[in-house]
């Protein structure tokens, strides 16, 4: 990444990081246990890609509120299904983003009701922040709760369990990613570019941006999976392998999963500079995300 | 129960019940083990009250849309609490209105992901039935999300986990109450007189009859825990008492129980009669629910 692109990026992440800190009920919210959770799992850090590119996607064109509280809505609707995946009954993961994950460091029921929380929450964001454009707010509503439905993000979720330990073919993995990862990277841009107002040929124009994104971010997820060490990544490796799980690499080789990766990122490229507008920021970030180290 | 009220319960009951089987996703979308789990855990039957209570609630005075995506919305939301109060690391239920739990009847992962899906749709339908009205779209998702959230139904349940095998005092017991069971009744009510346009003061005055028919229903609760046996209620009795779960019954013993669950109906009873309005039925619900049997 270019310094002048990680200065940028930093300041986005940093506003996001603000949003989380003013947004979100305080740790000492009553009750204290499931709010200190809550914010253990938003505070974790991360790279925030899916608010940075809501953000990115909002100032495409003249905006007409501020999306900041539709970015922290997304994180918590993250958030929660990395808390629900790391559940002993689904991945059974002890580390996320470096620290204990969230059923770790607090208990499963905690960590069941912390989810709940976050996710109900990402609405109630929406809904409460976004009640003078009702409009605007129910574009965001849908657009947020299509995308991590059961046809969509939790359906992707489900097949991937129900393949575990399966061989698995091309059409499935395509199904696993489009609908886990990428429904919710998608969501991200379309919900952004809301904030601008647009015509249903822009939103299906940035649908597609996210479509491409969506996959070159799983299959790089993969190819880190197979090729990083755990510090790097900062939770277990080669899990994905250990338990069967299907993957770019198994299906297509390290090669191939680049290979992939490059057409999809091209793919994203040309459906966002067709898009037109304040694009220079959104087209830094789609060519980075196919060269992330974690 | 008089026969005229059962009758009309029954007609407004089977009208929810059709609204379930045409708004959720069939039982063979995709994935199928999902989907099959909500259907599974939503046509199980049950009292219909939420939906029920919501109906009723548009109905007094003249309603600007068809309440029942809504209706079948905060249904999703009370079954979604459900399945997940019943997982082995919270409340530990295997049965559930007579059958087996949804993690019994599947497995623990699907039924994580089932919840999770419930409370997603629950604002996927009122985002996406209510768009041409934007603005009773927003207060419809502002009420559920708000009763749902952290600091109300998910809080409860919360401190109902904390306390348990623990001497409780008064103040105690009426927050878990007020809000694991409270909150979304009276969500149901607002909800439902959302469709009628409503002043500030109208909304309040609904609230407070959801705060009275609120404890209401939980003293009954409690008193039907104690009282009951197991056929009669569905679900395994005496589990309160078993872990040390704090109940009315156990503050104020059978009869004090008795006189707080008169003394809120008399309360909530009031405050509907102040509404004014087609308030017949409303009115006949709340004089019965004091006296339901399961």
New interface residues.
Partial sequence: MNLALKEKLATYQKRVERGIEQLL?TAS???E???AA?RYSMEAGGKRIRPVLMIAASELFPSQADPLAAAVAIECLHT?TLI?DD?P??DDSDLRRGRPSCHMQF????A??????L???A??L???N??QQ??L???L??D???A????RL??G???D??NEGKPIDAETLR?IHENKTGALLTAALTMGLRFCAPTIEQLQQIEAVGYHLGLTFQIVDDILDATSNAEELGKPVGNDSASDKSTYVALHGIDGAHREAKKHTAAALKNAEALGGNNAFLLDLIADLEHRIN
């Fill in positions: 009920p919210t009553r009750p246990r499931l709010h809550m929660y629900h559940l009954s689904i208990d499963q029921a905690t069941v009701l912390a989810g709940d929380s996710l109900t929450y609405f109630q929406l809904a409460g976004y009640a009702p409009s707010a129910t574009g509503i849908h947020l709760a299509t991590s439905s059961s046809e939790i359906g979720q489900m097949e369990i129900d199904y």
